[in-house]
């Protein structure tokens, strides 16, 4: 066999190798071909499509131009050298050599296909897709070549014609995975959700070891609201690659709708570790943390979201709810500010600059940016929301113009701005007396939160039964004779906590002692919470010791300590954070000079009152007629217990309804109690400046009034399952 035969007989090999993918197979039988001959023009021209293939591109171009020293006519040469100009992104250079390919062979599809792949690159999409189109015209059955044409099809917003290139593709290779994903996106983009989940599935039913895929099935199923399938596909996605911020980050977010928000936590947590300058990680790690009330780990992420994206409007504005969660108004206030400073667009900031301002007292300045927020979003449900909280609704109010139509059109919404405008309108029909409207309002909004967000009673059921048999009258007992053998309490900080159930009047009561110039009204703290997990720890074993009195009241002046950091120059300041009722023994034991104040209201106003209320945070058994009847039994029980436990005159009810009726005597009777003498300023409380947070924030801005007072009976025949339970 003489040297071309030797030659040629590689050369097929090679060939051979190169159709089967196997290219460092095909490169050696190139080499070893051109040994033999080695100016042969075929063999350079497939020795350099096999390194292309290898991505040995400076080689592959050297071959090339050899070869086209030798042969300037050949098309194939040209072609490569256009291929390798578009691998190293010279899209120019890569358009005249596969232009001059043309000229020298200009029925050469592959060419055509290639050439639309240049101009891609060049951004000339229409031309492209003129180019896909007669490479089809000369090679009618080339998948690539349908699939290349969709996607120009899709960037031109020819969504439509895209599909049925794709759907061509399919027919000539029905296992393509590639082209389904791409089915999949523009069917997502025509609104065609279905058809797109069944097209990604059937994608990883190819390929289910394509991380990318199971993360853009996750994106979808997210969107169509089935939140444990898509955290499936997240999960999935992670197991091929574990390092992948976006699907930690994604799952966060499908969890954190789940309601699961530890978990949620812990996938932001570690979308942030991965990639450290995740901007939108930081952020709605911090969204969770402010959802589980972790104030200052949410404070820590806002400002980390910050530092890498210093104009990230939303984490201002979020950041700004914490803020004002945390009582830092005039922090709060700066935030919302700088969001709207960086992003004019987002309503969202004026109606929580506006809340602030009302919590301020700036009423004027307040309706002002709410009024701005519904002017630029008058269908959305927030705005209306925030407006409906503060002022009342009347039919000849413009501001509300849009709210009848903006319900009628809520079955599109998102769950959650659905839940917020059933709330609003529960409470603009109530405000003008259209009560059966209102109900069902109310009773639409509470289902469809519930049902996202159930309340665990057996739990709450076993920390009240827990919590009796702990805090018995024998540790009472005990603890009181203790309590004489200690050195007698010389600080003379008197905190006052307002508990009770949540709409029971604690904020009416909060403004008119704090309008005495001795008292503080420090709002819903929650300083305490954190020495009462500390003293958990004691309740292991028996708390009736001296050594455990001791550390209790330590405890006690850790609290004190934290609390007049917010007032060190006033002697008395109120706690109104209403779930210390959980932790009177407690309290009573930490704190020998506390005094406590439970606001009481008649049963079934409380209860209505609460389930009338979207809360911004907890507070998920009000949401559910009966939970919310059972749980108001629980917290009766508890304070029974506490009143039969504790020395007389130690706990002081006070009931709303007294406080409307006659309020100088029930604040006399508030300020005996604290052994202050009387202000008149006390009568004068809606003149009172110091911010409100709660809900209640523009009731106290007016004198008292009655209208809240059996409340409830405008909705009695809507109520009768919550009326057997508490009466």
């Known amino acids: 066999m003489n040297n071309f035969e030797l030659a040629k007989s590689l050369f097929v090999k090679g060939v051979n190798n190169l159709q089967n993918g196997e290219y460092l197979s095909a490169e050696i039988k190139f080499r070893e071909s051109l040994l033999y001959v080695p100016d042969r023009v075929s063999t350079l021209t497939n020795l350099a499509a096999t390194l292309i293939k290898q991505r040995k591109l400076d080689e592959a171009k050297e071959l090339c131009r050899k070869a086209i020293a030798i042969d300037e006519k050949s098309a194939e040469l040209w072609l490569n050298l256009g291929i390798i100009d578009n691998d190293q992104f010279d899209y120019s250079g890569a358009e005249i050599r596969i232009r001059t390919a043309i000229c020298i062979n200009p029925d050469y599809a592959e060419l055509y296909y290639h050439l639309g792949n240049t101009l891609i690159g060049l951004g000339q999409l229409v031309d492209a897709v003129a180019s896909y189109r007669r490479a089809l015209e000369l090679n009618p059955d080339n998948a690539e070549t349908y699939n290349n044409l969709g996607n120009a099809l899709k960037d031109l917003g020819q969504l439509e014609a895209a599909v049925a290139s794709y759907s061509?593709?399919?027919?000539?290779?029905?296992?393509?995975?590639?082209?389904?994903?791409?089915?999949?996106?523009?069917?997502?983009?025509?609104?065609?959700?279905?058809?797109?989940?069944?097209?990604?599935?059937?994608?990883?039913?190819?390929?289910?070891?394509?991380?990318?895929?199971?993360?853009?099935?996750?994106?979808?199923?997210?969107?169509?609201?089935?939140?444990?399938?898509?955290?499936?596909?997240?999960?999935?996605?992670?197991?091929?690659?574990?390092?992948?911020?976006?699907?930690?980050?994604?799952?966060?977010?499908?969890?954190?709708?789940?309601?699961?928000?530890?978990?949620?936590?812990?996938?932001?947590?570690?979308?942030?570790?991965?990639?450290?300058?995740?901007?939108?990680?930081?952020?709605?790690?911090?969204?969770?943390?402010?959802?589980?009330?972790?104030?200052?780990d949410a404070l820590a992420s806002y400002h980390k979201a910050l530092e890498v994206k210093p104009d990230f409007a939303e984490a201002h504005n979020n950041l700004g709810n914490v803020l004002l969660d945390l009582n830092r108004l005039g922090d709060a206030e700066a935030s919302y500010r700088r969001s709207i400073a960086v992003m004019p667009s987002l309503y969202d900031a004026y109606g929580n600059l506006g809340s602030a301002l009302m919590a301020l007292g700036k009423i004027d300045e307040a309706k002002k940016f709410i009024n701005h927020a519904i002017e630029m979003a008058p269908g959305e449900a927030i705005p209306l929301a925030t407006a409906l909280k503060h002022f009342p609704f009347r039919h000849d109010d413009p501001r509300f113009n849009h709210l009848e139509a903006a319900y009628k059109q809520r079955g599109s919404l998102p769950l959650k701005d659905k839940i917020i405008l059933n709330f609003a309108m529960g409470k603009a029909m109530e405000d003008i007396g259209q009560y059966e409207l209102s109900f069902s309002a109310y009773e639409e909004g509470n289902r469809l939160h519930y049902m996202g967000r159930p309340f665990d009673e057996t739990e709450d059921e076993g920390f009240l039964k827990y919590t009796c048999s702990i805090f018995n009258d024998d540790v009472f007992k005990d603890c009181a004779s203790l309590a004489e053998t200690l050195p007698p309490t010389q600080d003379e900080r008197v905190p006052i906590f307002v508990v009770g159930m949540p709409r029971s009047g604690s904020t009416l009561i909060e403004q008119i002692l704090s309008s005495h110039s001795d008292i503080f009204g420090a709002g819903e703290i929650t300083a305490f919470n954190s020495v009462a997990k500390k003293a958990g720890e004691l309740l292991h074993g028996p708390i009736n010791s001296q050594a455990s009195l001791l550390v209790l009241r330590q405890l006690g002046q850790e609290y004190l300590d934290q609390v007049?950091?917010?007032?060190?120059?006033?002697?008395?300041?109120?706690?109104?954070?209403?779930?210390?009722?959980?932790?009177?023994?407690l309290i009573h034991l930490m704190l020998p000079n506390a005094k406590i104040i439970h606001s009481t209201r008649a049963p079934m106003d409380t209860c209505f009152s609460c389930y009338a209320l979207r809360f911004t945070h907890g507070h998920e058994y009000s949401y559910d007629p009966g939970v919310l009847g059972r749980k108001y039994l629980r917290y009766s029980k508890l304070m029974e217990h506490w009143h039969n436990g504790l020395p007389n005159g130690r706990i002081l009810d006070v009931r709303y309804e007294d406080c409307v009726a006659n309020p100088e005597r029930e604040a006399r009777r508030m300020l005996d109690y604290l052994g202050l003498p009387w202000d008149p300023s006390c009568l004068k409380f809606h003149e009172n400046k110091r911010p409100v947070l709660t809900a209640s924030v523009a009731q106290v801005r007016k004198p008292i009034y009655s209208s809240s007072v059996a409340r409830w009976k405008h909705f009695a025949k809507n109520l009768s399952p919550l009326l057997e339970i508490i009466l």
């Open 168 to 296: 061509k593709a399919l027919e000539i290779r029905p296992n393509f995975a590639l082209m389904l994903i791409n089915l999949g996106n523009v069917l997502i983009d025509l609104g065609l959700f279905d058809a797109a989940v069944a097209s990604y599935r059937r994608a990883l039913e190819i390929e289910p070891g394509y991380a990318e895929m199971h993360f853009n099935l996750g994106n979808i199923l997210k969107d169509l609201g089935q939140l444990v399938d898509a955290a499936a596909s997240y999960r999935r996605a992670l197991e091929l690659e574990p390092y992948y911020a976006e699907a930690h980050y994604n799952l966060g977010n499908a969890l954190k709708d789940l309601g699961q928000l530890d978990n949620a936590v812990t996938s932001y947590s570690r979308a942030r570790e991965i990639k450290h300058d995740f901007a939108e990680a930081h952020y709605n790690l911090g969204n969770a943390l402010n959802e589980l009330r972790l104030l200052d």
């Open 564 to 585: 007049w950091k917010l007032v060190p120059e006033n002697q008395y300041v109120i706690d109104k954070l209403l779930t210390n009722y959980c932790h009177l023994g």
